[in-house]
C-alpha cells in the first residue's frame, strides 16, 4: 500500500529552488537575478515571496528582487550592525518564528 508524497510548501520549495539556482547564475547577493530566477523557476511572483537571511547581503538583494524579507538573529550574520539594523520587514529569533509570516 503506497502513499501520494505530500507537495512541498511553497516556501520550502523556493528556498530549495533558490540554493540551486544561485549556482547557475553570473550574479551573486546583493544581485537579486539568482532570487528572481529561483522564484520564475517556482512560477511564483517575486512579491508574494519571503527571502530569509543570515547577512546585509541577502536582505538586500530581497529587497532588490521585490521581496518581503526576513532576517535572523543566528547563523552567519556577517560584520558590522547587528539584524535589527538591515532594514528587514522582520527580525526573528527562532525557526519556527518565520511561520508567523507566512
Given at each position: 500500500?503506497?502513499?501520494a ?7 520550502l ?6 540554493e ?5 547564475q553570473?550574479?551573486a547577493k ?16 517575486p ?9 546585509l547581503?541577502?536582505?538586500?538583494a530581497?529587497?532588490?528582487?521585490g ?18 539594523a ?15 509570516h507566512?
Open positions: 500500500m503506497g502513499h508524497s505530500k507537495p512541498m510548501h511553497p516556501v520549495h523556493l528556498l530549495v529552488v533558490q540551486i539556482a544561485r549556482w547557475h553570473p550574479h546583493p544581485h537579486p537575478a539568482p532570487l528572481l530566477h529561483a522564484a520564475g523557476l517556482c512560477k511564483v511572483e512579491g508574494a515571496c519571503i527571502y530569509v537571511g543570515d547577512d547581503r541577502d536582505v538586500q530581497g529587497r532588490a528582487a521581496m518581503k524579507t526576513i532576517a535572523v538573529t543566528w547563523g552567519y550574520l556577517g560584520e558590522g550592525e547587528p539584524p535589527q538591515w532594514g528587514a520587514d522582520a527580525v526573528i529569533d527562532a525557526p519556527s518564528d518565520v511561520l508567523g507566512l
